[in-house]
């Protein structure tokens, strides 16, 4: 027997439930460690967190019964903090962090990128962006 359902019956409980908060919303769990924000995203064991580091995410660790883990190395660390700075300096190490003094790209750079690679922030600057032109050629 085939049955089949209407949206109304297949959608969530409650639609407002918000999915991996910001560590600015005031319902987000947040914990504070000198320098990083652990955000909890879900998880009985291990809970997971998001990891933020001067408003940038920067991966995801994970608390265990007896100890946290980082999912970049193999170790056990006692201290959440211990296990958020391992990964930062992983991630560092391995170049997939970015300085946060690297300039933005200019809009002549920005019109090089691909239409689908441009963020809405960048969309926003090219729509204020006047070309300078020093000379004009009829054709």
Known sequence: MITTFSLQETQLDDPTDKILLPPTDPSA???????????????????????YKADSMIGVIF??????????????YAEPIDAAVGLDDFMTMTGRLTATTEQAPTE???LDK??????????????KYVPRVKDLVAA
Request: negative net charge.
């Open 108 to 110: 002549e750079e920005l």
């Open 29 to 51: 769990e947040v914990m504070e460690s000198p320098g990083y924000k652990l955000v909890y995203v879900n998880g009985a064991c291990p809970r997971n967190y998001r990891v």
């Open 63 to 76: 608390q265990h019964i007896t100890h946290w883990s980082n999912g970049v190395d193999s170790l056990r």
């Open 114 to 127: 691909e239409f689908d690679a441009l963020t809405s922030d960048e969309w926003e600057r090219l729509k």
